[in-house]
């Protein structure tokens, strides 16, 4: 089964948002964000369940995190049938679980 990637669109304004407050604090850093959010991507689309749960989340609740080891930033996510769904982008200081109404 080949899984696809669906970005929910308030995780890809929390992207563009990173990727420009990046751009505007050092010269390449947002190409090397968004170089990692990519290769977190191409992992949870290749093993999904190698990554771990919310650990402020029962396992139950199906929401795995990706943390990115360059930035503070962890990419949330869940498995919904064939789809990989990108619930946030968010940085790790922000407060827990503020994206759990988005799905």
Do not use: C
Not at 16 to 22: K, R, V
Not at 38 to 64: C, H, I, K, N, W
Not at 76 to 93: D, L, M, N, P, R
Request: proline content about 4%; cysteine-free; overall charge neutral.
């Amino acid at each position: 089964m080949s899984l696809r990637l669906q970005v929910l669109s308030e995780a890809q304004d929390e992207f563009d948002a990173a990727l420009a407050y990046l751009n505007r604090e050092a010269p390449g850093a947002g190409d090397s964000f968004a170089f990692h959010v990519q290769q977190a991507f191409d992992a949870m689309l290749e093993s999904p369940e190698a990554f771990a749960f919310v650990e402020t989340l029962p396992s139950r609740s199906g929401y795995r995190r990706a943390l990115l080891r360059k930035y503070h930033y962890t990419v949330v996510f869940k498995v919904i049938g064939e789809s990989v769904a990108v619930v946030a982008v968010a940085h790790t200081s922000r407060r827990p679980n503020y994206w759990l109404r988005r799905l």
